[in-house]
Structures are given as C-alpha cells and as structure tokens.
C-alpha cells in the first residue's frame, strides 16, 4: 500500500526511491500522478489528510487493464488472432469496447466475432491493412480507460496486377515487396524457409523457374541461372524488395510472372504480375521512297478486351488523316503515296477508359528517290520503246512485202481451159 499524506501542504510517503522519482502532485491539491506506468504500480493507494490533528483517510485501487493474445504478434496474412481484454475484477460494473487500427468501434459481423463477454476478439483471414494498434475501452462508473496490442501483419505489397510495355523498353520493373512498415526480419520471425520467381510465357504451358531465394547468409540472396531467352536481374540493396527486373525485353518474354514466398507450416504468400508487350512494326523492311505505300500495325501479344483502343499520332509535319480504330488483335494504319513530311515518329497509344496505358513509337525515315535510280528507270524505258518500235517497224515491212508479192503474182496469173478436141500436147495458151 502506498501512502499519500497531506496537512496543510501536501508530500508523498512512499517506498522505494525507484517509485518516489515517478509520483508527483499537483499544485495545491492531493491529485497524485504516476509516470512511466508499470506492472508493479498496480494495488491500493492511501490517501491521508491531517487538519487540526484530525486524521482523514480514502483508499484508491489501481486496477489493470491489458490486451493479450494467444498467437505472436507477427503473423502471416490469412491467418487469425484473437485478443483478450483483460481486466482486474472489481466490484464496478464494465462495458467493453474494441477498436482496430481503421475503426473508431467494430461490431461483430464477417471476419470480427466476440465472445459472450465481448471480453475477446477474434479476427479471421488478417490483411495488412490489419496492421497496427487494436484495444479495448472499458468503460466503468461514467468513466473509461483504454488498453491497446500491436500486431503486424506480414504480407506483399500487392498481389495480382497487369504491367503494360513495349518491346522497345531498356526494362520493365515486375514489382513484388513487403508492405510498408515491415522489414526482413519480421518475415524471418515468421518462418519464411524460401522463395522463387516462376514464368510461364504465353506461348507455353508449361512454367520455369527464373530465380530462387538463398537464406543461408544474413542477408539475402537471389541465385539466377543463366536462360538466353531472358535477360532478368534482382534489386540487391533492399531486404524488403524482392521485385525483378526484365532487360530488353522481346515479344516472348509477355506471360505470367509469379513471386513466391514460402512459411513453415506450408504457408505461402504469392504476388502475380502479368506482362502485356505492345510494340509496332511495319511491312517494308527495306529503305523507304516517297510515293510508296506503307503498314503501320500495333501489336500486343494478346487479344484485349473491347474497352481498349489504340489511337495514332503522326509526325507534326504529316499529312495522313488519321481515325481512332478499334484494336482487337492488332491494328494496322496504312500510309498512301509517302512523302518526306512523313518522316519521323508515328506513336501508338493504348487507352483504356480515356487514360493511356501505354505508348510506342516507330521511326520512319522517307527518302527521296536517288538519281541513278531515276537514270535506269529511264534508261529501261527507252531500251523499251526502241524495241517496240523496231519490232512494229520490221512487222510493218514484212507485210509490205507480203502484199506487193501477192498484187504482181495476181497480174500475172495464166489461164488455161480444156479443148474439145485436144492435140496431142495438152492444154494451149489461149
């Protein structure tokens, strides 16, 4: 028992200096204040008032109130914990209360049930938003005291997304991390055992492994084996970050792309992210004159549903008309009689509900048409005609000929008849 004595003034009587340096009072009154509270500083408190040798005194209990929980307080995302209001018992009649790190008061109902007490909590399937300080008030005698517990919930930042890029990008990020506030030691103090990267790209079936975790050094480490079809690397400097970085990456490198984290007790923590490459090529691989035709047509490695469209944006000194067309499995725009304003960078946007998602370019480079080129396409020209008119000149002069030849053999045709009393020789001139 601690006592508090008073005459005219007021001082403390207590035990222990350790206690003495906590306690004060406040000016002119017997209100006692105790800091820096304890487990030890719980009991009954004496209140002693001495007036004109007339001895007073009130007794104060200091009852306790505390928030326990049977499970760690880190713990893994999906998993439950429940919290126990606890509370000295007391002649005085409590009401309790809890509120979690969002709400002000939670009410039973989903994942939050309560005991017939409501003295404890039980929360199901914990998100990291569940994060922070949950407490109980109780409420006793028109006044009130809280109690709060901490929990931490280990969990990634995200885990199911759509990244778009183009084939053209030095590299695309696949984020996967921890959610703000936690660090590899919480999910060490969870029982993380390991962890993978997987790929299964949209040309394939079947999965493979890009990287694994190594946990055997402090810190930890990413094991890549080598694959000619990607070129991938890991962020290095931060224990938190387990995100993975594709360099260059081609058309075939578009798929699905899974971070896992894997617990004792068979526990995982998955995030997946799926690639979607948009890139644009053209139908003329070799050099480009004005007057040619051209195709333009934006790609992406998948078919998109209906809400998306692709816009197109000529080079400020073009002349195309350009539409906004529909884009389902590609999009072709066609470039009639190109000309040198033509020249310079057509960009490809996709768009989903008026927001572009993502844009590439493709550089064409119109030429004039070289002056030899002009000379031989002469020159063919009028090796041409010279034979066309040498051919109908040399017709021309042997039909000529052929009619002159029937006009004299005509004249000079000889009549013959036959007699009615032939000589010895034949047939006569007549």
């Given at each position: 028992?601690?006592?508090?004595?008073?005459?005219?003034?007021?001082?403390?009587?207590?035990?222990?200096?350790?206690?003495?340096?906590?306690?004060?009072?406040?000016?002119?009154?017997?209100?006692?204040?105790?800091?820096?509270?304890?487990?030890?500083?719980?009991?009954?408190?004496?209140?002693?008032l001495t007036e004109y040798s007339q001895n007073t005194h009130t007794i104060y209990r200091l009852y306790k109130i505390e928030v326990s929980s049977p499970q760690?307080?880190?713990?893994?995302?999906?998993?439950?914990?429940?919290?126990?209001?606890v509370v000295d018992s007391s002649s005085a009649r409590t009401v309790t209360t809890w509120f979690?790190?969002?709400?002000?008061?939670?009410?039973?109902?989903?994942?939050?049930?309560?005991?017939?007490?409501e003295s404890q909590l039980t929360v199901r399937n914990a998100s990291r938003s569940d994060t922070g300080n949950w407490g109980c008030v109780v409420q006793y005698n028109q006044k009130s005291t809280t109690a709060t517990h901490g929990i931490t919930v280990v969990d990634l930042n995200a885990h199911s997304q759509?990244?778009?890029?183009?084939?053209?990008?030095?590299?695309?990020?696949?984020?996967?991390?921890?959610s703000p506030g936690l660090t590899f030691k919480d999910v060490k103090n969870v029982g993380l055992q390991s962890g993978e990267w997987i790929f299964t790209p949209k040309t394939a079936k079947h999965p493979f492994t890009l990287t694994s975790l190594?946990?055997?050094?402090?810190?930890?480490?990413?094991?890549?084996?080598?694959?000619?079809?990607?070129?991938?690397?890991?962020?290095?400097?931060?224990?938190?970050?387990?995100?993975?970085?594709?360099?260059?990456?081609?058309?075939?490198?578009?798929?699905?792309?899974?971070?896992?984290?894997?617990?004792?007790?068979?526990?995982?923590?998955?995030s997946t992210v799926e690639l979607r490459l948009l890139r644009v090529v053209k139908d003329v691989n070799t050099t480009l004159y004005e007057g040619q035709d051209v195709n333009l047509t934006c790609t992406v490695d998948s078919i998109l549903d209906p809400s998306f469209n692709v816009t197109w944006a000529p080079p400020r000194l073009s002349k195309a008309q350009l539409q906004e067309v529909r884009l389902t499995?590609?999009?072709?725009?066609?470039?009639?009689?190109?000309?040198?304003?033509?020249?310079?960078?057509?960009?490809?946007s996709l768009e989903k509900d008026g927001?572009?998602?993502?844009?590439?370019?493709?550089k064409l480079k119109i030429e004039k048409v070289p002056v030899d080129v002009w000379l031989v396409v002469l020159g063919c020209a009028a090796i041409f005609i010279f034979t066309c008119l040498i051919v109908i000149i040399v017709r021309?002069?042997?039909?000529?000929?052929?009619?002159?030849?029937?006009?004299?053999?005509?004249r000079r045709r000889t009549r013959y008849c036959r007699c009615e009393h032939p000589k010895p020789r034949g047939f006569y001139h007549t």
């Amino acid at each position: 028992m601690f006592l508090v004595c008073s005459s005219l003034s007021f001082s403390v009587c207590c035990s222990g200096p350790k206690l003495a340096k906590r306690l004060s009072l406040s000016p002119g009154t017997p209100s006692l204040t105790i800091r820096e509270l304890q487990d030890t500083d719980f009991g009954y408190y004496k209140l002693q008032l001495t007036e004109y040798s007339q001895n007073t005194h009130t007794i104060y209990r200091l009852y306790k109130i505390e928030v326990s929980s049977p499970q760690p307080s880190t713990l893994l995302a999906t998993e439950d914990f429940s919290l126990k209001c606890v509370v000295d018992s007391s002649s005085a009649r409590t009401v309790t209360t809890w509120f979690s790190p969002t709400d002000k008061e939670l009410t039973p109902g989903g994942r939050i049930s309560y005991s017939e007490t409501e003295s404890q909590l039980t929360v199901r399937n914990a998100s990291r938003s569940d994060t922070g300080n949950w407490g109980c008030v109780v409420q006793y005698n028109q006044k009130s005291t809280t109690a709060t517990h901490g929990i931490t919930v280990v969990d990634l930042n995200a885990h199911s997304q759509v990244i778009y890029s183009s084939s053209i990008s030095k590299s695309v990020l696949l984020p996967c991390s921890l959610s703000p506030g936690l660090t590899f030691k919480d999910v060490k103090n969870v029982g993380l055992q390991s962890g993978e990267w997987i790929f299964t790209p949209k040309t394939a079936k079947h999965p493979f492994t890009l990287t694994s975790l190594n946990l055997q050094e402090e810190k930890p480490t990413w094991s890549i084996p080598q694959n000619p079809k990607l070129n991938v690397s890991v962020i290095r400097d931060d224990n938190r970050n387990f995100s993975l970085i594709i360099n260059q990456p081609p058309l075939e490198n578009a798929g699905l792309y899974r971070c896992t984290l894997k617990f004792k007790n068979k526990l995982e923590l998955q995030s997946t992210v799926e690639l979607r490459l948009l890139r644009v090529v053209k139908d003329v691989n070799t050099t480009l004159y004005e007057g040619q035709d051209v195709n333009l047509t934006c790609t992406v490695d998948s078919i998109l549903d209906p809400s998306f469209n692709v816009t197109w944006a000529p080079p400020r000194l073009s002349k195309a008309q350009l539409q906004e067309v529909r884009l389902t499995e590609g999009s072709r725009l066609t470039i009639r009689s190109t000309s040198e304003g033509d020249s310079g960078k057509w960009k490809c946007s996709l768009e989903k509900d008026g927001n572009t998602v993502i844009s590439v370019a493709l550089k064409l480079k119109i030429e004039k048409v070289p002056v030899d080129v002009w000379l031989v396409v002469l020159g063919c020209a009028a090796i041409f005609i010279f034979t066309c008119l040498i051919v109908i000149i040399v017709r021309l002069i042997r039909r000529y000929q052929q009619n002159r030849g029937f006009r004299r053999a005509k004249r000079r045709r000889t009549r013959y008849c036959r007699c009615e009393h032939p000589k010895p020789r034949g047939f006569y001139h007549t």
